[in-house]
């Protein structure tokens, strides 16, 4: 069974799951069966969540994803192709700022939501450091040019 759950009452056997993941570790014995992770498949598991993501009958839970935790997509809130080009022309770098400081909260919320961001496998090799003090941000601001210079 590996790292899959599934809810048997809702599993429609449609293969959908067996499809997408991307490393063909899932698969079903016949078109009877429910879907099973391959043997050893817990090795290899990207824990991208496709696979739970993408059942519609929300069948498939994972061991380290579970259904619960995944919040479901709002479909009224798809941006369409005007949207989506309007969004993406209308971005700016800024390089002027407010001299107040960002709430606490705000800036959870903003790593928050761009923790959702791809990363190569879903390795999230990632981690955010968030400076307040205005001194330490100049010093880093210092040496992060500094070491451009020295790039060049
Ligand atoms: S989490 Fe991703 S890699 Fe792992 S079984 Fe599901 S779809 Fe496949």
């Excluded at 005007?82 to 705000?106: C, G, H, N, W, Y």
């Excluded at 400076?131 to 330490?136: A, G, I």
Aim: hydrophobic fraction near 40%.
């Amino acid at each position: 069974m590996g790292f899959l759950r599934i809810d048997e009452s809702k599993c429609k056997k449609d293969g959908i799951c067996v499809g997408e993941c991307p490393l063909v570790i899932i698969y079903m014995k016949d078109k009877e069966s429910v879907p099973e992770m391959v043997p050893g498949g817990e090795q290899v598991c990207l824990l991208c969540g496709h696979c739970v993501a993408v059942c519609p009958h929300g069948a498939l839970s994972h061991e380290k994803i579970p259904i619960e935790a995944c919040s479901p997509i709002n479909k009224d809130l798809v941006i369409n192709e005007e949207q989506a080009i309007q969004f993406l022309r209308s971005r700016r770098s800024v390089r002027f700022f407010k001299d107040k400081p960002v709430e606490k909260e705000t800036l959870q919320k903003l790593i928050e939501i761009a923790r959702y961001a791809p990363t190569g496998s879903n390795s999230q090799l990632v981690e955010w450091t968030v400076f307040t003090d205005k001194e330490k941000i100049r010093n880093l601001a210092g040496l992060t040019v500094m070491a451009v210079l020295k790039m060049q």
